[in-house]
């Protein structure tokens, strides 16, 4: 099976040379310091109980991207959790990883799985913009420190591990967002600072309203590194307003960016 683009092929990882160009994606995506790599022999035998351990390869046979995920039983039913999705960074936005999305949804198919899980941090706009409006995933849960305070790596010990949940219905087309619909006067609950890379201040009300808007910052990696501080003000102030209104029925609708001001907001309203 192929992704259908010229450029590059997708197809399960099987060398020892794949298992390694794996591993070191893994540590260039998430640090040299990351605790949680998946290790080749896992990779490999992964794949031969259900698992989908792929890779996109260019024409020299380069790895460009990896995702990795495992199948199981969730309340009886046949279910697949995906774990890592990396592409290589000079390489992000050019649909490589929506790809491979669609690859690992293929394979588990003809498994009988309906529904595809994973996390992403909710912090990382790149990320929500893709679950949420190209795939058409469904936030289930908000996660506080879901993988503990530290246990990734260095970075995440400035904001912890906070996630969303989210849940993928693979046997039935779903629907692609768009960024239209009105949210443009629904009120900002996440203390909005001047720009994404100030610390948020003050401690907004959360109105009971209809809907709401939950900005994140532009780049949420580059702050951690540049001004630990307002990255850990963000995680404050998005954790308190999405436990908040998660809890109360809403739903996570949006990912959208204000085309004026270039900033971006999770659109939460009632279900």
Request: proline share 4%; net charge neutral; charged share 25%.
């Amino acid at each position: 099976m192929t992704s259908g683009d010229p450029s590059f092929e997708i197809r399960p990882l099987a060398t020892e040379r794949e298992f390694t160009a794996c591993l070191d994606l893994q540590r260039a995506t998430w640090g040299s310091d990351f605790r949680e790599l998946v290790p080749a022999a896992l990779l490999q035998v992964t794949q031969k109980v259900g698992g989908v351990a792929a890779g996109a390869f260019d024409d020299s046979g380069e790895l460009l991207g990896f995702v990795y995920g495992i199948t199981g039983i969730h309340r009886g039913m046949p279910t697949h959790w995906s774990h890592m999705l990396a592409v290589r960074e000079t390489l992000r936005g050019r649909g490589i990883g929506r790809a491979l999305k669609h690859y690992q949804r293929d394979v588990v198919s003809d498994l009988g799985v309906q529904s595809i899980f994973w996390t992403f941090d909710p912090l990382v706009a790149r990320n929500g913009h893709l679950n949420l409006m190209r795939l058409g995933a469904v936030v289930t849960e908000y996660v506080s420190n879901m993988y503990g305070d530290t246990s990734m790596s260095k970075t995440d010990s400035v904001i912890g591990t906070d996630r969303f949940v989210v849940r993928w219905e693979i046997t039935k087309d779903a629907l692609c967002r768009t960024e239209g619909g009105t949210w443009e006067d629904a009120p900002i609950v996440t203390a909005p600072a001047s720009s994404s890379d100030a610390v948020p201040t003050g401690d907004p009300s959360l109105p009971d309203v209809a809907t709401v808007r939950v900005e994140v910052p532009h780049d949420i990696q580059q702050l951690k590194q540049r001004s630990p501080d307002a990255a850990a003000a963000w995680r404050r102030t998005t954790r308190r307003a999405l436990e908040h209104y998660l809890a109360r029925s809403f739903r996570v609708r949006a990912l959208v960016r204000d085309i004026e001001t270039g900033r971006y907001f999770y659109i939460v309203d009632r279900a």
